[in-house]
């Protein structure tokens, strides 16, 4: 059984145009220890399914379909608390998860006490536990979250996500803010943690790079619809959907040198109230059929395109 298991998610807002769909039949699983990236541009339906499985979409949006199992126990339709309890955040910002006019052993005390019903001496010493678990000093123990710099912010917001011991993070382009040395210090403090805890994590992110340097597997969204699952090495070496490839293009460091001219793949992704009949992505795609431009392809467990195998 798979620690998280994602099926059919549908994910719907109504407006006064109608009703738009931002989640369409998205499926994927979620081992215990792995960590699986969800990947696209900014609009493809990433931060929604994130959202979706926390129970933090705004209405009037709302699940209109699926389901989500947390251990075997479905989740979609029980109280925000219990995935709270069982599910931690990380967000791009440190600063937004974070109460400024507070030291941050405070927080990880309150988090602990409030999920574990902790005495004060037992909640301090967990937190001093957890603190040093992300690499940050007992003796900040009574800083104030503007005194660390971004990087160790991010660790401390880490800590918090963790407080709760959660079986699954959800870690929202948790490095977007940082600069790349330090970007690969919290992603591989995220890897220790997937692997010491035996936690799942999601790891939303636009970058390739970030998901080949972090993730076990890795699913790619486009309008809010899975084109791509399967192992990252895998996808990474020869991705099979014209947009992951395209992704994989126009990464820099992916693609040898990053003096050369790159890839961009053409057009933009369009809004939600614009979605082109059949391939979604098919008004911005080199390989474009005529079957494309009139018939949805079928998601098969691997991708959804109209190519063959060979193709
Ligand atoms: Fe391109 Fe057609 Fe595949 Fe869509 S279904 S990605 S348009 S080849």
Not at 140 to 156: A, C
Request: hydrophobic letters at 40%; a negative charge; glycine letters at 10%.
């Amino acid at each position: 059984m798979s620690l998280l298991s994602v099926q059919n998610l549908r994910v719907e807002f109504p407006t006064r145009k109608g009703t738009l769909t931002a989640i369409d039949g998205v499926s994927f699983d979620l081992n215990q220890g792995e960590i699986l990236g969800l990947v696209g541009e900014s609009g493809a339906g990433k931060s929604m399914t994130g959202a979706a499985i926390i129970g933090l979409i705004e209405p009037p949006g709302h699940i209109a379909g699926g389901s989500i199992h947390l251990s075997g126990q479905r989740v979609d339709k029980t109280p925000e608390q219990f995935r709270g309890s069982h599910i931690g955040m990380v967000f791009q910002d440190p600063l937004t998860s974070l109460n400024p006019l507070q030291r941050v052993g405070d927080q990880l005390i309150e988090t602990l006490k409030l999920h574990h019903g902790l005495s004060d001496t037992q909640a301090k010493q967990r937190a001093m536990q957890t603190l040093d678990e992300v690499g940050i000093e007992g003796k900040r123990w009574d800083h104030y979250p503007h005194e660390f710099s971004g990087g160790m912010r991010q660790r401390v917001v880490i800590a918090l996500a963790l407080a709760s011991d959660p079986k699954v993070v959800i870690a929202d382009e948790p490095t977007t803010a940082l600069d790349v040395s330090i970007q690969a210090q919290i992603l591989a403090l995220l890897k220790q943690i997937c692997r010491a805890r035996g936690t799942g994590i999601i790891l939303i992110t636009h970058d390739m790079a970030v998901i080949a340097q972090t993730t076990d597997r890795v699913a790619v969204m486009y309008l809010g619809r899975l084109v791509e699952l399967g192992d990252t090495q895998q996808v990474i070496h020869n991705p099979s959907h014209p947009y992951t490839r395209g992704l994989m293009a126009s990464t820099p460091s992916l693609q040898g040198s990053v003096d050369q001219d790159l890839y961009q793949i053409m057009g933009s992704m369009p809004r939600l109230d614009a979605v082109p009949p059949g391939c979604a992505f098919h008004p911005r795609c080199e390989k474009v059929m005529d079957v494309c431009r009139k018939h949805v392809p079928e998601f098969d467990g691997q991708r959804a395109c109209h190519l063959s195998d060979s193709q």
